[in-house]
T-cell receptor
């Protein structure tokens, strides 16, 4: 099993540019989660999807952030325009079922630096 | 304020020593997860506890759940340099239990001196 795949692993961009982070969940998993990790705020849930449908986006910081899941094997997190305070490690995680307490498996993360 | 508090925030131990990390919730726990993270890498799932009094072990790592105290502890016996990293607890609380949304503590950074 390849696990959760994220790309790119590292991204350096300039303020104002659009950034797109990508995630491929574990095959057969029905739920997908986007998290952001910073030293100051720790690991924060941004948004999650069940069966490709966004369920809770209350953690999305601003309208500059958007996420899509066009099919069961792909999701994107977009920041437009990016700002230096968006610098963080962004993780994607997936879970087998839509509810309950199944284990979430994390990808390796994308380290984003906005200059 | 944090819904999940971990203590200590950081820990340095000599190789071979035992150690304990605690995770306390301000809400009733429904499911409690322990993950380990190495710098620059993703989170690796260690264990999940659901029932009060439940205890699970994996190699030299043991986790317990005290539902009454809304607390979990992670105990490492005879620590090794390979145990070094950041340990995070995640919890499913009653408010979100039907969707399994996890909230995380701030993490405990463990260093093991050879």
């Amino acid at each position: 099993d390849a696990g959760v795949i994220q790309s790119p692993r590292h991204e350096v961009t300039e303020m104002g540019q659009e950034v797109t982070l990508r995630c491929k969940p574990i095959s057969g998993h029905n739920s997908l989660f986007w998290y952001r990790q910073t030293m100051m705020r720790g690991l924060e849930l941004l948004i999650y999807f069940n069966n490709n449908v966004p369920i809770d986006d209350s953690g999305m910081p601003e309208d500059r952030f958007s996420a899509k899941m066009p099919n069961a094997s792909f999701s994107t997190l977009k920041i437009q325009p990016s700002e230096p305070r968006d610098s963080a490690v962004y993780f994607c995680a997936s879970r087998a079922t839509s509810g309950g307490t199944d284990t979430q498996y994390f990808g390796p993360g994308t380290r984003l630096t906005v200059l | 304020s944090q819904e999940l508090e971990q203590s200590p925030q950081s820990l340095i131990v000599q190789e071979g020593k035992n150690l304990t990390i605690n995770c306390t919730s301000s809400k009733t726990l429904y499911g409690l997860y322990w993950y380990k993270q190495k710098y620059g890498e993703g989170l690796i799932f260690l264990m999940m506890l659901q029932k009060g009094g439940e205890e699970k072990s994996h190699e030299k790592i043991t986790a317990k759940l005290d539902e009454k105290k809304q607390q979990s502890s992670l105990h490492i016996t005879a620590s090794q340099p390979s145990h070094a990293g950041i340990y995070l607890c995640g919890a499913v609380t009653y408010g979100s239990s039907n969707t399994g949304k996890l909230i995380f503590g701030q993490g405990t950074t463990l260093q093991v001196k050879p």
